[in-house]
């Protein structure tokens, strides 16, 4: 569909190059709000405003100005903005706000009623501790509103804590997630994945840095997880595009938290997701076939060194989310990211690693 402006959208997320694309393949010319401002970001937008924070003050200007020219235009937001409930409120306001809404969100982010919602519903997950636990096991900290693996750590006695922490066992296996869509009470599973964690260092150990769609779960699993989902929609109503993450162990799956917004395994898919997120926020859940049957990954590339990005710097087909020419990036902060299909695993693997080793010598 080719692009109009006479389907306004807004986009808000950390980085928006992600639902920008998506959008604009859809058939909408969005603006869009974030905190990068990357090249690719740029191509698919109309206009494009980076910004400090996706606080309130930092957005109710654009917002405004997007607003007078497009009222009540649908507004879809990704990673960040859930955790700013004042951001949320001016949009529900000012447009009509695609995804999940703050008491939906609220609802996720309160871990102890999340989990006593996991215990009624009896779905596994590890255990858990809302004061600092004592005993041999291993546990991690994990902050209450965290994302892609942000201020995870794992515990040592002694070590200082913050406010809106809790302790969850760790435990050893493999990191998945399902994507899904839902209407508030139903839902169709997009697909199952498998993800990658990057220990940059002992304060960023499960730092997230990718995922395929490729997942060692068996049939019978898959069925539990569909259950599961479906429990926890019928209880608190999500809707659109949202992320189940869990471990799988042996024979056990272990259900880790949801995100409630569209999440990097979108990439995934060549059907238009993005369109589906907005008729499942709208009511109407899509019932096109998603499944693909070409391996795809979606790979981080974090900095091992500080570089700016040099003038006219040619990078790699596969490469997303490419900033600026003159952007500082610290040790440790995402260069970029690769997206790579295949036939098979062994191959989109080999794509990832000659890509990455590519841009680490274009900085030597």
């Not at 692009?3 to 808000?12: F, G, V």
């Not at 405004?64 to 306001?93: C, D, T, W």
């Not at 999340?114 to 991690?140: A, C, R």
Request: hydrophobic fraction near 40%.
């Amino acid at each position: 569909m080719n692009p109009s402006i006479n389907n306004p959208i807004l986009i808000i997320a950390n980085s928006g190059r992600m639902l920008a694309e998506a959008a604009f393949q859809s058939g909408f010319m969005p603006w869009v709000i974030d905190l990068f401002a990357d090249q690719d970001t740029l191509k698919y937008s109309e206009r494009l405003f980076r910004i400090e924070a996706l606080d309130e003050p930092f957005l109710k200007a654009i917002i405004a100005g997007f607003s007078s020219l497009h009222p009540m235009s649908p507004a879809v937001y990704g990673s960040g903005l859930e955790h700013y409930p004042k951001a949320l409120e001016l949009i529900s306001r000012e447009c009509e706000l695609v995804g999940n809404d703050i008491k939906t969100i609220r609802l996720i982010q309160q871990k102890k009623c999340f989990f006593e919602l996991l215990d009624h519903l009896e779905i596994d997950y590890p255990h858990v501790s809302f004061t600092e636990p004592k005993g041999t096991e291993q546990w991690l900290v994990k902050p209450e509103t965290g994302e892609g693996g942000l201020g995870i750590r794992l515990f040592r006695a002694g070590m200082p804590t913050q406010r809106n922490l809790y302790w969850q066992e760790f435990i050893e296996g493999t990191a998945c997630s399902a994507l899904f869509l839902a209407d508030g009470r139903n839902i169709r599973i997009i697909g199952f994945h498998t993800q990658w964690c990057e220990n940059l260092n002992a304060d960023q150990p499960f730092l997230f840095a990718g995922v395929i769609n490729r997942c060692p779960l068996s049939a019978e699993q898959a069925d539990i997880i569909h259950s599961w989902i479906t429990a926890i929609v019928r209880a608190i109503p999500l809707k659109g595009l949202n992320t189940l993450d869990f471990i799988i162990q042996s024979e056990r799956i272990y259900v880790l938290e949801i995100n409630p917004r569209p999440s990097a395994s979108m990439q995934l898919y060549d059907a238009d997701l993005f369109r589906a997120h907005l008729n499942a926020c709208r009511g109407n859940l899509d019932n096109t076939n998603f499944t693909s049957r070409t391996v795809c990954a979606y790979r981080i590339i974090y900095a091992d060194r500080s570089i700016t990005i040099p003038d006219a710097f040619c990078w790699p087909k596969a490469c997303r989310d490419l900033p600026i020419a003159g952007s500082i990036i610290r040790k440790g902060q995402p260069i970029c990211s690769i997206i790579a299909r295949d036939i098979n695993v062994r191959n989109v693997q080999r794509q990832l690693n000659e890509i990455r080793q590519t841009i680490f010598q274009s900085f030597n």
